[in-house]
């Protein structure tokens, strides 16, 4: 009796705690689902494995609606949960693409190719792409430019190490275990016929979860937006409203749920577009130029001019 007596007088203060409580249990119950996501169980499983997947993406719309995340969390995380559905053929750069080095090249000749291409690995192939021959590291040749007469450094064959190659349909969760096993950051893609399909580098794998990755040497507009013309902006979807709203004196909504452009563009369509869609507004006119299947990439902004009414 006593406890019951006792229960019935404090239930609005256990209440109170419940609701203060709420925010660290969903953190709990978050980080749980996530770890048991990241563990890379076996997929004998399909339904539990969806409805993990499920769990996580309840938690996290509950986190955005609550302000416990920010759209940038929610796009990782989602990231992290595809990365299953998602093959190398995807998000590797194509053989017309790929940036390769002939083995005949002279020690000068490579050294240019190295400035101008702004890569640390680059695949070294003998007489086509279909005969890969290694991967030259940039860090390698250091050593070896002390010496002044080309003739004493040690030839570029000698320097390549081994190729690691991986089939175009592995997924890419696949990719990155890989990766690290391995230890590298860079692998040649085969098709079924085992011809040289492109190129995927671990940075290409990260960007699946955190979305693109801006380095050195991509232009200014890589930073995230830059000025076309006067009235015109382009923007990466990541991009975030204040800032956009801060440079170019833009009248973007104030964020809510979502405090990049490509999160709002998803917001006012309700779904992910395709690129060519626009959102047309009183003052401006935004069309989506990329797009993947979770999110916005790239858009483009024009102003309209104002227009007063004559009184």
Request: proline share 3%.
């Amino acid at each position: 009796i006593w406890p019951a007596a006792f229960l019935l007088r404090t239930w609005k203060l256990w209440k109170v705690i419940g609701w203060l409580m709420t925010p660290v249990s969903s953190g709990v119950l978050f980080v749980d689902a996530l770890l048991r996501r990241l563990a890379d169980r076996p997929r004998s499983n399909d339904e539990e494995e969806e409805a993990l997947e499920e769990e996580i993406r309840s938690i996290v719309t509950a986190g955005l609606q609550g302000g416990l995340m920010d759209e940038d969390a929610r796009e990782m995380i989602e990231g992290v949960m595809e990365l299953d559905d998602v093959d190398v053929a995807d998000i590797m750069t194509p053989r017309s693409e790929m940036c390769a080095l002939d083995s005949q090249a002279t020690w000068q000749e490579t050294l240019d190719f190295v400035v101008e291409s702004g890569h640390t690995r680059i695949p070294v192939y003998q007489r086509s792409l279909d005969h890969v021959v290694g991967v030259l590291y940039a860090k390698d040749m250091l050593g070896e430019l002390a010496k002044s007469n080309e003739h004493e450094r040690v030839p570029i064959a000698e320097m390549l190490r081994d190729a690691l190659y991986v089939p175009k349909s592995k997924a890419v969760d696949a990719l990155l275990q890989e990766f690290r096993k391995e230890r590298t950051h860079l692998a040649i893609v085969v098709d079924e016929f085992e011809v040289t399909a492109g190129v995927v580098t671990i940075e290409d794998a990260i960007e699946e979860i955190v979305g693109e990755i801006a380095d050195e040497y991509d232009g200014d507009e890589e930073a995230g937006f830059y000025r076309v013309s006067d009235n015109c902006i382009e923007a990466i979807g990541r991009a975030h409203l204040n800032e956009l709203n801060e440079h170019f004196g833009l009248d973007l909504p104030a964020p809510e749920d979502f405090d990049t452009v490509g999160g709002w563009v998803v917001e006012q369509l309700g779904r992910i577009p395709a690129a060519g869609t626009v959102v047309d507004s009183d003052t401006m006119c935004i069309t989506v130029l990329e797009a993947d299947k979770k999110r916005v990439l790239r858009v483009r902004i024009q102003t309209k001019e104002r227009r007063t009414k004559a009184v």
